[in-house]
């Protein structure tokens, strides 16, 4: 089994700074992509960002040029930079993982979410 371990949310002013991480931890697995969700109360789930090892990271239009992914593999962790956030990314981001265990399929895990609130 893995398992996601989100830090980092919390209160935050528009036009701030936080950071959100995630860690990965668990036996026998490799990492294939790592990503931060959200969903804000009454929306669906949606993508933040994704980091995929070897390949540029991506980001939703909403947050692109304000918020930076990164990926530590030697700690198995993503990290989320959100800079100048606004009142309208409050949400609970949720971190995931897509990963390779020997003799499973490919599968992906979520972390529990934290929350972040963007508010003067």
């Known amino acids: 089994q893995v398992q996601l371990v989100e830090s980092g949310g919390g209160l935050v002013q528009p036009g701030g700074s936080l950071r959100l991480s995630c860690a990965a931890s668990g036996s026998s697995f490799r990492i294939l992509s790592m990503g931060w969700y959200r969903q804000a109360a009454g929306n669906q789930r949606e993508l933040v960002a994704t980091?995929?090892?070897?390949?540029?990271?991506s980001y939703a239009d909403s947050v692109k040029g304000r918020f930076t992914i990164s990926r530590d593999n030697a700690e198995n962790s993503v990290y989320l930079h959100m800079n100048s956030p606004k009142p309208e990314d409050t949400a609970v981001y949720y971190c995931?993982?897509?990963?390779?265990?020997?003799?499973?399929?490919?599968?992906?895990?979520w972390g529990q979410g934290t929350q972040v609130t963007v508010s003067s």
């Open positions: 995931n993982a897509l990963i390779a265990r020997p003799t499973e399929r490919l599968t992906m895990y």
């Open positions: 980091i995929v090892s070897g390949s540029s990271p």
